[in-house]
């Protein structure tokens, strides 16, 4: 059985993952994923806001399991990909910061779009990401947000590659007019606040 089959299998086993210690809690989330290549892909997502597990941490304990199996070191992160993105507020961002209509942008922090990559770092699916590489520095390594890649066509729901790497040291690596990103604190952040 190759990688993509048992991401595959295993996906199809555990998601959509559902907390099961409150009724109320209608949270799943359905995830990709692929050791060999580095990639973690966020397929659907839906957290309940009084559900206490959130994506990242489900996602990084499927990654992990993943990287034991297929014994390759969970620190071989290095794409988190979300497909059809349709969170209202990371929509916004999206076409704020890229308002052509169609096409493939690259976003830096110190291209001409870093405004744009730091606030997608600070939407909600951004910093669900950002959340996973902050919490599990121990296996992942000192991991950052190097690119965003964003796909736009139409009026279709965006896709987005965050590309990770490596934090160099002495590095800030988030840094946002002196102070770090918004991305790094609470997973409530709003488009009002700088």
């Known amino acids: ?36 290549n580095g990639m973690i892909g966020a397929v ?7 559900d206490p597990v959130f994506w990242s941490d489900v996602a990084f304990a499927l990654w992990t399991h993943l990287c034991d199996f297929t014994r390759i070191q969970p ?16 929509l916004k961002i999206v076409n704020q910061a890229i308002p052509q209509h169609s096409g493939m942008f690259i976003l830096t922090p110190d291209g001409d779009l870093a405004l744009g990559f730091y ?24 991991k950052t947000v190097t690119k965003i890649a964003v796909w736009k066509e139409g009026d279709q729901l965006p896709d987005i590659v965050y590309e990770i790497g490596e934090v160099e040291f002495g590095a800030n690596p988030m840094p946002v007019g002196g102070h770090m990103a918004s991305a790094c604190g609470p997973r409530n952040a709003s488009l009002d606040s700088e």
């Open 1 to 36: 059985m190759n990688v993509r089959a048992i991401s595959i299998y295993l996906a199809a086993q555990f998601s959509p993952l559902t907390a099961r210690d409150s009724p109320e809690t209608r949270s799943s989330y359905r995830s990709s994923y692929s050791p060999v």
């Open 44 to 50: 659907d997502s839906r957290h309940s806001p009084n």
């Open 75 to 90: 620190a071989n992160l290095k794409y988190l990909v979300q497909a059809y993105v349709s969170n209202g507020i990371t």
């Open 119 to 142: 606030a997608l770092l600070a939407s909600p699916n951004g910093a669900g990401g950002v959340h996973l590489l902050m919490q599990h520095k121990a296996a992942l390594g000192r």
